[in-house]
């Protein structure tokens, strides 16, 4: 089992940076990932990391946000720079049922089966 609890969302302006955070019980060495959503659509994989460090990262958010983790604190993390307003959505970090990350983290939501309850960003223009 594995509880996962974001934090760190809010609402920013246009351009400036927000780090949201992610504390992980039953952590262990599983690929973690964050996902966002919008109100109609499935969720979209944005980065993923395994327990190596290694990321993936969507197209959509390759070059602006930045995933990491410490192992030893059960925490993982997204650094998130240049918001747009189409940033905007909630976000929710995740473990993988599997110990290796999927190369294409934008199609990898049906291998994490341990989800946070999201943590809202809101960026406007």
């Known amino acids: 089992q594995a509880h996962l609890t974001e934090s760190g969302g809010g609402s920013v302006q246009a351009g400036e940076s927000l780090r949201l955070s992610c504390v992980a019980t039953?952590?262990?060495?599983?690929?973690m990932g964050w996902f966002r959503q919008v109100p109609g659509k499935g969720r979209e994989g944005l980065a993923s990391?395994?327990?190596?460090?290694?990321?993936n990262y969507a197209d959509s958010v390759k070059g602006r946000f930045t995933i990491s983790k410490i192992n030893t604190e059960n925490k993982m993390y997204l650094q998130m720079n240049s918001l747009k307003p189409d940033d905007t959505a909630m976000y929710f970090c995740?473990?993988?049922?599997?110990?290796?990350?999927?190369?294409?983290?934008?199609?990898?939501?049906?291998?994490?089966?341990?989800w946070g309850q999201g943590t809202q960003v809101t960026v406007s223009s």
């Open positions: 990391i395994d327990w190596e460090g290694n990321p």
């Open positions: 995740a473990r993988s049922t599997y110990r290796r990350c999927r190369g294409d983290v934008a199609s990898a939501e049906p291998d994490f089966g341990y």
């Open positions: 039953g952590y262990s060495t599983y690929c």
